[in-house]
């Protein structure tokens, strides 16, 4: 069946250090995943994303790199700042329906001083 | 700020009671989708609108109903409330239901809590 889910519930780490956010799914049709960050009080912002073909994409401060074979998905931020403190959601779009996303449980970082 | 825009924010409400969440999209977006998030399910599709039509389906239950108008605004109707409905209710858009990479930008959220 459809589910996404998150090695982790939280990391902490220290400002200024890179994060590594990790996402397992389950589905090895979806074609299209992305990441969102959710801040406290506010709706999920949009922050990569990744088609299946590929298995890497860079944005600012932010790399995606998708393991297909293990299927595996995970978010790399460097040099996280202290507005980086957020819940973090991988989602992922299966290739033979609706644009519906299937999101994952989410991964509360904290960024340390 | 996304450009997606709900009302209202919060909504507190009884058992028993409907309650309609209002969402419109960011321009030029055709459609528009509807989740729940809650802490026991984290978030969850709902419901998916291109240009007026339904078009995808998800744990939506009965005694939830949507839809789009013309002007492509949305609306979510929750009736019957429960206390297990409470939650918070996000609607996202995208330009496209066909498209590939079609971004969903989801709304600021309606916060509802039944009393």
């Known amino acids: 069946g459809e589910s996404v889910g998150l090695h982790l519930p939280t990391l902490s780490v220290q400002e200024g250090d890179n994060s590594i956010i990790n996402c397992a799914y389950s589905?090895?049709?979806?074609?299209?995943f992305i990441w969102y960050k959710q801040e406290s009080g506010k709706g999920p912002q949009f922050i990569i994303d990744?088609?299946?073909?590929?298995d890497k994409r860079q944005g600012q401060r932010v790399t995606v790199l998708l393991n297909k074979t293990v299927k595996h998905l995970s978010l790399q931020i460097a040099a996280t700042q202290p507005g980086d403190s957020a819940v973090y959601f991988c989602?992922?779009?299966?290739?033979?329906?609706?644009?519906?996303?299937?999101f994952g449980q989410g991964t509360r970082l904290t960024i340390n001083p | 700020d996304s450009g997606v825009t709900q009302t209202p924010k919060h909504l507190i409400t009884a058992t028993g009671q409907r309650v309609t969440l209002r969402c419109s999209p960011r321009?030029?977006?055709?459609?528009v989708y509807w989740y729940q998030q809650s802490l026991d399910q984290g978030l969850q599709f709902l419901i998916q609108?291109?240009?007026?039509?339904?078009?995808a389906k998800g744990n939506i239950l009965e005694r939830f109903s949507a839809q789009q108008f013309p002007d492509l605004h949305s609306e979510l109707n929750l009736s019957s409330l429960e206390l297990g409905d409470s939650a918070l209710y996000f609607c996202?858009?995208?330009?496209?239901?066909?498209?590939?990479?079609?971004?969903?930008?989801f709304g600021p959220g309606t916060r509802l809590t039944v009393l």
């Open positions: 996202a858009s995208s330009v496209t239901h066909r498209g590939r990479e079609d971004t969903q930008y």
């Open positions: 589905n090895s049709a979806s074609d299209y």
């Open positions: 990744i088609r299946s073909n590929m």
């Open positions: 989602a992922e779009r299966g290739i033979q329906g609706a644009q519906k996303l299937v």
């Open positions: 321009s030029g977006d055709l459609s």
């Open positions: 609108y291109y240009n007026g039509e339904e078009r």
